[in-house]
């Protein structure tokens, strides 16, 4: 099956939807009002009815959107509906799995579940690695009716034997893009495998690439596609701005401008772990307070900087691209590229974390020489000409030369400099080329 064999959804623009329009049941629009919702967002309009009406679904949709109501709504109402079934332990049988591919956007998933499901007497829980594991199967064995999961740990509790996903009825693959990004397309094969043939699908990926569209045509049976905000395009209500700086200033130049425009809440983004990590020190050491987010860091960790971050006591997190896939936040006012990122695309996820919900939001970037390539590739991607604005004392360095950037066992070639031809040991294919 390919993409362009599948119908696409549209919504005119100039019809003003609700949600009771969309056919959600009282309780439902009760709970979404309490939130503080009142207006679907287009994501939301195009999918629910979709959902409602049992069918697949492929959709595209980035972070920010709206995605995560457009399906936990109407998962919601479905089940409701739907008579309960016992699991082979004895208790409430599974019947709807969402899997995320970072313990952050499960846990805010979840909460979504929980939240929007306040009045309709259904059940769920989130499991992801990076914390025991017996809390998790003492509640599997009482039984839910939605479990949102990440791959890892949803496996290792499957081959114990702890988790029954045969009466599975909807099934929800979140920011599949991001779960290729991160190599865990054998994993969804499993998954895949042990889930019923008969099932409802759902497919949310912020990009429709080749993979994505193989993926669609393992998974998904006749389904109907909705997209908006395509992936190379960023909000309007989100300015941007790049501040040309020495290789040298660029960690003074955040501190500079965190302290001279005073900002409380700022999202910082890094390339890798260690940079992340050394970062921190030189905020807390001016004293600003931070906290960095990452793989290495534990569950506690990240979630005790996240909540810190939300509540506004903490000023600074420091995080890379995975760890932030499932921050979240309604009103965050500036997201600043420390060092931009190697893929364009990704420079999109980024700033979408701030303007959303029709907020303002500032996307600062900080760039030396050694990114200019990044810069012009992501300015071609977005076909935008981002505002330069040189700040006064931090001027990029004349007699600095491009230098490569080294990311775990890449080397990547920043700046306008040609990379030196590679030796034919050096040429040898590597296996891990392609992951990120």
């Known amino acids: 099956m390919s993409l362009k064999e599948l119908p696409s959804e549209s919504k005119s623009n100039s019809t003003i939807f609700s949600f ?8 439902l629009v009760q709970a979404v009002h309490e939130q503080g919702y009142t207006i679907p967002t287009p994501i939301q309009i195009q999918a629910i009815p979709i959902v409602l009406e049992g069918g697949d679904l492929l959709a595209g949709a980035q972070t920010g959107t709206g995605k995560t109501a457009g399906f936990t709504l109407p998962m919601l109402q479905l089940l409701a509906k739907l ?15 969402v899997l995320t591919p970072t313990r952050e956007l499960a846990a805010q998933v979840e909460e979504s579940v929980r939240l929007y499901g306040k009045y309709m007497g259904l059940s769920s829980m989130v499991i992801f690695g990076g914390v025991g594991m017996s809390p998790q199967i003492s509640r599997l064995k009482k039984g839910v009716d939605i479990l949102v999961a990440t791959p890892g740990r949803l496996l290792d509790l499957v081959g114990q034997g702890v988790l029954d996903l045969r009466h599975v009825e ?3 693959l979140d920011e599949a893009d991001r ?4 190599g865990f397309i054998h994993d969804i094969k499993k998954v895949l495998a042990i889930l019923p043939k008969r ?12 993979e994505i569209k193989t993926l669609a045509g393992r998974l998904l049976n006749s389904p109907k596609i909705v997209e908006v905000a395509r992936p190379n395009r960023t909000a309007e ?9 020495a290789r040298s200033k660029k960690r003074n130049l955040l501190i500079h401008l965190i302290k001279s425009e005073k900002w409380q809440q700022v999202l910082v983004f890094m390339r890798t772990k260690h940079g992340a990590n050394k970062l921190v020190e030189h905020l807390l050491d001016a004293k600003i307070s931070a906290m960095a987010i990452h793989g290495n860091k534990s569950q506690t960790a990240r979630t005790k900087a996240l909540e810190e971050f939300k509540t506004g006591t903490l000023t600074v997190l420091c995080a890379t691209d995975i760890a932030a896939r499932g921050i979240d936040i309604d009103q965050l006012p500036y997201v600043v590229n420390y060092e931009l990122p190697n893929v364009p695309e990704d420079y999109v996820h980024r700033i979408g974390r701030t303007g959303r919900a029709g907020s303002q939001g500032q996307a600062v970037s900080l ?8 810069l012009r590739n992501i300015e071609k991607l977005i076909k935008t000409k981002i505002p330069k604005e040189v700040i006064k004392g931090f001027e990029p360095d004349p007699n600095e030369t491009p230098e490569p950037i080294i990311m775990g066992r890449m080397t990547m070639n920043g700046g306008a400099r ?4 590679a030796s034919a040991a050096a040429r040898k294919p590597s296996p891990n080329r392609n992951r990120r």
């Open 83 to 97: 008579p309960r079934a016992r699991s082979a332990q004895g208790g409430i049988a599974v019947r709807a799995l």
């Open 179 to 182: 779960m290729l990004d991160m």
């Open 367 to 374: 760039v030396c020489l050694d990114e200019d390539m990044f």
């Open 199 to 210: 099932k409802q699908s759902l497919l949310f990926s912020a990009t429709f690439s080749d």
């Open 170 to 172: 909807i099934f929800v």
């Open 20 to 27: 009771e329009s969309l056919g959600l049941s009282e309780k």
């Open 418 to 421: 040609k990379p030196k031809p």
């Open 237 to 245: 209500t989100i300015s941007q701005i790049v501040h040309p700086v």
